[in-house]
């Protein structure tokens, strides 16, 4: 089955403690990319990566890194997370060369940092 | 660059009423467009999209959406909703060069549907 998968889908932690949501997709996209989404902003794109070993900044990427090291991977790391970090965070995939081709969304990491 | 704008943060309506969420969007250059569906504690899903040809596209669970060019509009329709359409939708657009292939997405209708 073609999914993204997200992991993991609840975490709470301290202000400072680095964190890292993994994100794994089968479909063999080149485009990956990650959102956060809070009440009254929608979707918001933290960063993109356009194939291995490209990424780029997206429109909120302060306090947030990525790595694309293999083509079905594209984990999202909080060096040292603050509070107005909490949010709802997604990652999607789509294919780069076909631009009708729809992003995948996985199922979202609710994310709370104290 | 290119935008996405839906007019309604939240749009209540009663079960089996029509109702008509509204996306206008702003691009330099030719697009495609797409409306997602986000139900509660879920990821979001596909439910329709326009690239090209008819201009009334129809997607999953009775919806359908209208392309119009000359008002750079894409709102989504459904003639009789039902208590499971509550939910987030979103209206995205997607350019056809540069840069503008990153998709942009606006912020999001929250349809409420009460008995």
């Known amino acids: 089955e073609a999914q993204v998968t997200q992991n993991p889908r609840y975490l709470i932690t301290v202000t400072g403690k680095k964190l890292t949501v993994t994100c794994s997709q089968n479909m063999n996209h080149e485009y990956m990319s990650w959102y956060r989404q809070d009440p009254g902003l929608g979707l918001r794109q933290i960063y993109y990566s356009m194939n291995v070993e490209v990424t780029d900044k997206g429109d909120v990427p302060e306090g947030y890194k990525v790595s694309r090291k293999e083509k079905r991977n594209f984990p999202l790391i909080l060096e040292s997370p603050s509070p107005n970090q909490t949010s709802l965070y997604f990652c999607?995939?789509?294919?780069?060369?076909?631009?009708?081709?729809?992003?995948?969304f996985g199922n979202g990491t609710r994310l709370t940092v104290t | 660059a290119q935008s996405v704008t839906q007019l309604d943060s939240q749009v209540p309506v009663f079960e089996e009423a029509p109702v008509e969420l509204r996306c206008n969007y702003s691009?330099?250059?030719?697009?495609?467009l797409f409306w997602y569906v986000q139900y509660p504690n879920q990821g979001l899903q596909l439910l329709l999209k326009?690239?090209?040809?008819?201009?009334l596209v129809k997607g999953i669970n009775g919806f359908e959406a209208e392309f119009n060019k000359s008002q750079t509009s894409f709102h989504l329709r459904k003639p009789s909703v039902h208590i499971s359409d509550t939910a987030e939708y979103f209206c995205?657009?997607?350019?056809?060069?540069?840069?503008?292939?990153?998709?942009?997405f606006g912020r999001g209708t929250s349809l409420i549907v009460h008995p």
């Open positions: 326009y690239l090209s040809g008819s201009t």
């Open positions: 995205a657009v997607r350019g056809t060069s540069g840069g503008s292939y990153i998709p942009t």
């Open positions: 691009s330099s250059v030719s697009v495609y």
């Open positions: 999607a995939s789509s294919s780069a060369q076909s631009l009708t081709s729809p992003l995948h």
